[in-house]
């Protein structure tokens, strides 16, 4: 047995401990992944995996986004590249990936065929959202930085983790799931701005659950694949970094740190969103405004005068300027093309300017405001920054109104704070 291994699988098989902090953070990120999904719906990548699903007319044992159901590890499917199809969905930092989309439709499905109660799903859902990124650490950047997609790979194990859960593995059952998993995961950066990358996110899902039921029925892996000199990390660019990803497993929940997406782009112009809001810019007043950024952020998401929708979502002049001109960034139907062609965005966009600066880190933002009346104002916002738990809520079910509307969002947020049956949660993807 290896070290690794054996210290995921205890972890993911044996008794927590929560705080009051982790549990309404993790309903929080289910609140906002549904919010998300029905959301995307529509959009077609969608449109196209529901259609390949629906088509196959097989078992409807759990329910999709949109309607209507599929077999298991279709439905994992289809949720999972549904509610990451608009990248409005939570990051984690600590690993560049995105927990929720991996792993919760994997559990939903898991837990709604094997009719559990919203309180299993919620706890075996943070089990397996915490695996992925203390496996993602594992990884490390260079795994990341060698063109895998974090949010496929760690989180088709968080996924099958969660999955062995609900359905009751032991320690060994754990072993043989995440090495099952090593041969499955997969995901490739590649994909980035094509219907491929959240296609990934469903992919993950999808192999978590098929791993855990091939595991439940006596399928015998090598249990060791995660480690040794043909497993995952080894073939896969992964730093093995034992120590920072096992520490304080079990009495620290690195999933609480979670970030929630706040406005409808990139993540990458979040920071410099956040420090707008707390400059309170509005365009009458601006003269000129500096950006200053992480440099990876300069090729990711500073194109300086996109004109399409897609390509606003990937543009810090372009965000900001929205931003002062009153549209409101947490929407995605504010990211258009005519929004872009707007003659006071464009003017506005040409009087920001962006720069690097590798003194900040790679959630931080700084931005600088000249008042035409000379005054200057300068705001500094860390995505990492402490926010408390009732702003975390307001801001999170704020978001879910404008989403899916008020009565929904109360609706799901009342059945997760109160509990009830997971099958009348997965009723409410539908809309």
């Known amino acids: 047995m290896t070290d690794f291994t054996t210290s995921l699988a205890a972890f993911a098989a044996g008794p ?14 289910v609140l906002d992944w549904i919010a998300v999904g029905r959301a ?19 078992a409807e044992q759990a329910r999709l986004f949109g309607g209507g159901g599929a077999p298991l590890r279709g439905a994992a499917l289809v949720n999972g590249t549904v509610s990451h199809a608009l990248d409005y969905d939570d990051t984690h930092f600590a690993h560049i990936g995105h927990p929720s989309v991996a792993v ?32 993602g650490l594992w990884l490390g950047r260079d795994h990341y930085q060698a063109g895998f997609h974090q949010t496929a790979t760690s989180g088709a194990f968080g996924a099958a983790v969660a999955a062995g859960r609900i359905l009751g593995f032991d320690v060994e059952q754990m072993r043989k799931v995440l090495g099952l998993t090593a041969t499955r995961a997969a995901g490739l950066k590649a994909q980035f701005g094509t219907m491929g990358k959240p296609y990934n996110a469903g992919l993950a899902a999808s192999a978590g ?3 855990a039921l091939l595991v439940a029925s006596g399928f015998d892996p090598n249990s060791d694949a995660l480690e040794g000199s043909y497993g995952f990390g080894a073939t896969h660019k992964g730093q093995s970094d034992i120590a920072a990803s096992l520490d304080g497993l079990g009495a620290e929940w690195l999933f609480e740190s979670v970030s929630h997406k706040f406005h409808a782009c990139c ?17 009458p007043e601006v003269a000129e405004i500096k950006i200053k950024t992480h440099p990876r952020w300069m090729s990711v998401c500073n194109q300086t005068s996109p004109t399409t929708g897609l390509g606003a979502k990937f543009s810090y002049r372009t965000v900001i300027a929205m931003q ?17 062609a707007d003659p006071r965005l464009v003017s506005l966009r040409d009087r920001i300017s962006v720069e690097a600066d590798d003194s900040l880190s790679e959630t931080q933002a700084q931005l600088t405001l000249l008042r035409r009346d000379g005054a200057r104002r300068e705001a500094t916002h860390d995505l990492l920054a402490p ?27 009342s059945m997760l704070r109160t509990g009830g049956r997971v099958r009348d949660l997965s009723a409410l993807l539908a809309g």
Not at 267 to 283: F, K, T
Not at 329 to 336: D, I, V
Request: glycine fraction near 6%; proline fraction near 2%; include cysteine.
């Open 387 to 413: 926010m408390t738990l009732s702003d975390r809520e307001d801001r999170v079910r704020g978001k879910a109104n404008k989403l899916i509307g008020a009565e929904d969002a109360d609706a799901i947020w």
């Open 267 to 283: 993540h990458g112009l979040h920071a410099a969103l956040e420090a707008a809001r707390d400059l309170d810019i509005a365009e």
């Open 104 to 135: 919760l439709p994997a559990a939903l499905a898991i837990s709604e065929w094997d009719d559990r109660i919203l309180v299993d799903f919620l706890e075996a859902a943070l089990v397996g959202m915490e695996t992925s990124i203390r496996i």
């Open 16 to 29: 927590i401990t929560t705080t009051l902090q982790t549990r309404v953070v993790t309903s929080l990120s």
């Open 209 to 211: 659950v098929e791993a």
């Open 324 to 340: 002062a001109l009153g549209y409101d960034t947490a929407l995605p139907g504010s990211y258009s093309d005519n929004i872009c």
């Open 40 to 58: 995307g719906v529509d959009e077609p990548v969608s449109r196209t995996v529901r259609y390949l699903m629906l088509g196959e007319e097989g």
